[in-house]
């Protein structure tokens, strides 16, 4: 869970940096003839995977299924060259990706696949196992296709986000700090948390609080950036953050 960013410092940061991030991903994919296409694919296919696996499962797919399904997609996608249309468009990619799955699906292009398009090359190595797993451990059961999606889109981009936080402080030497502090971006300290934290790490209290503004901050921050690889623009970013505490918020 987040909280909704109303840091006025970041909002007009993260819009500083639109001009460089905005879209770059999808546009990147879209450009057959670019050397970056193939890595854009990919992280395209590694962040969507999972949510559309999921729309599938609850869509009556069993797990094979549904994971040939999604495999079968992305490899539809990328042949007949479908993210030109969502660039055309200039839509919410997340919102794009589900539209042209659901009409995949409709279409048959659900069954299973010994021989793959494009010379027979997976883009990813999918691990159907693990992602079964985490599907059934946490989407709720009276939830629609449509919002088990939206929810599992929303936590992967939360997942990535910590992740890149978890490389920062590992790389300035300070992951013993993001450990102890990171279970404090998705709940409020409980009382004497902070003392107890603050004496394992040689901080005081105060200072525990501040460094635990300073990474949601960043928290925040990371989170905007990602989305902002796949909306067109920078006004979209603040509707899917909000759109994403609301996925969360009883």
């Keep these: 869970m987040v909280s909704e960013d109303t840091d006025n410092e970041s909002a007009s940061r993260s819009s500083a940096q639109f001009a460089t991030t905005h879209w770059s991903t999808v546009l990147a994919a879209g450009d057959s003839a670019s050397a970056n296409a193939l890595a854009a694919l990919e992280r395209l296919c590694r ?75 997976v883009i990813l190595p999918l691990d159907g196992s693990a992602t079964e797993g985490a599907y059934l451990a946490e989407t709720p059961v009276e939830e629609s296709p449509d919002r088990v999606y939206d929810r599992v889109w929303a936590r992967t981009v939360m997942e990535h986000a910590l992740r890149q936080l978890e490389t920062e402080f590992a790389e300035s030497g300070k992951l013993r700090e993001f450990t102890n502090l990171s279970p404090f971006l998705s709940a409020p300290a409980d009382p004497g948390e902070y003392t107890e934290i603050g004496a394992q790490l040689g901080m005081s209290p105060h200072a525990i609080a501040a460094a635990v503004q300073r990474l949601r901050r960043r928290y925040r921050e990371t989170m905007r950036a990602e989305i902002a690889h796949t909306v067109p623009l920078a006004a979209d970013i603040d509707a899917e953050m909000r759109y994403l505490v609301e996925l969360f918020t009883p």
């Design 47 to 121: 962040a969507y995977w999972y949510p559309l696996y999921a729309f599938a499962r609850r869509n009556g797919h069993d797990p094979e299924e549904a994971k040939d399904s999604t495999q079968a997609f992305f490899e539809e996608l990328i042949e007949r060259e479908f993210i030109r249309d969502v660039i055309r468009e200039r839509g919410r990619f997340r919102t794009f990706l589900l539209t042209a799955f659901k009409r995949f699906l409709v279409n048959e292009w659900h069954r299973r696949r010994t021989l793959r398009r494009g010379g027979g090359v």
